[in-house]
């Protein structure tokens, strides 16, 4: 009886478990131009309606991931996510980064779910790196600023806010800067 066959297939399972972790991530798209052309539109946006329509584009552009395997752990993270399985999103979104560093929505799905289990700490971490990687990301940056109210730096979470609203003036955050700088509502 020959053993080495029964030996290939836990190998050939952990080789197909580790997937993306074996290879290597492609280049996330260019979405420079998308962006500016969304960023256009919402300044030029008439109604909080109508930018929220528009700013839904930045999300399509901003969760293309980088090739399918990225793709199929952001969105496990993501429905995850949703159905607040945190462990599960964390463990898919954890994938992502290891295997896309340079992928900016990665960290950003992350440092979601860390802020929902309110790990704010770890959360901030990740936001910091998404903006480093794309300091246009309006959702990373009003994250940041929830993030650093959560940490009870309002002083931070307003210039965060204040940086994610010069991209976006429509955000619904924007209620929050009042109370952020010490302006009556």
């Given at each position: 009886m020959?053993h080495?066959g029964?030996?290939?297939?836990?190998?050939?399972?952990l080789?197909i478990?580790?997937?993306?972790?074996l290879?290597?991530?492609p280049?996330?798209?260019?979405?420079a131009a998308?962006?500016?052309a969304?960023f256009?539109?919402i300044?030029e946006?008439e109604?909080e309606?109508?930018?929220?329509?528009?700013?839904?584009?930045?999300?399509?552009?901003?969760?293309q991931?980088?090739?399918?395997?990225?793709?199929a752990l952001?969105?496990?993270?993501?429905t995850a996510r949703a159905?607040?399985?945190?462990?599960?999103?964390?463990e898919?979104?954890d994938?992502?980064v290891?295997?896309?560093?340079?992928?900016?929505?990665g960290?950003?799905?992350?440092a979601?779910v860390?802020?929902?289990?309110?790990?704010?700490?770890?959360?901030l971490d990740?936001?910091?790196?998404a903006?480093?990687?794309?300091?246009?990301?309006?959702?990373a940056?009003?994250?940041?600023?929830l993030?650093l109210?959560?940490?009870?730096?309002?002083?931070?979470?307003?210039?965060a806010?204040?940086?994610?609203?010069?991209?976006?003036p429509?955000?619904?955050?924007?209620h929050?800067?009042?109370g952020?700088?010490?302006?009556?509502?």
């Amino acid at each position: 009886m020959r053993h080495y066959g029964t030996m290939r297939v836990p190998l050939l399972l952990l080789l197909i478990a580790a997937g993306p972790a074996l290879a290597d991530c492609p280049a996330a798209p260019d979405i420079a131009a998308g962006e500016t052309a969304l960023f256009d539109r919402i300044a030029e946006a008439e109604t909080e309606m109508a930018a929220r329509e528009i700013s839904g584009g930045l999300w399509e552009l901003w969760t293309q991931a980088p090739d399918p395997a990225a793709q199929a752990l952001l969105d496990r993270g993501m429905t995850a996510r949703a159905a607040f399985d945190f462990l599960a999103a964390r463990e898919a979104l954890d994938r992502l980064v290891d295997y896309c560093p340079d992928y900016a929505e990665g960290w950003n799905q992350r440092a979601f779910v860390s802020f929902l289990t309110e790990d704010y700490a770890a959360a901030l971490d990740d936001l910091e790196v998404a903006l480093a990687l794309n300091p246009r990301h309006v959702g990373a940056l009003s994250g940041k600023a929830l993030t650093l109210i959560g940490l009870e730096r309002k002083a931070e979470a307003e210039l965060a806010l204040r940086a994610a609203l010069a991209l976006n003036p429509w955000l619904s955050e924007r209620h929050l800067l009042p109370g952020l700088s010490g302006e009556d509502i």
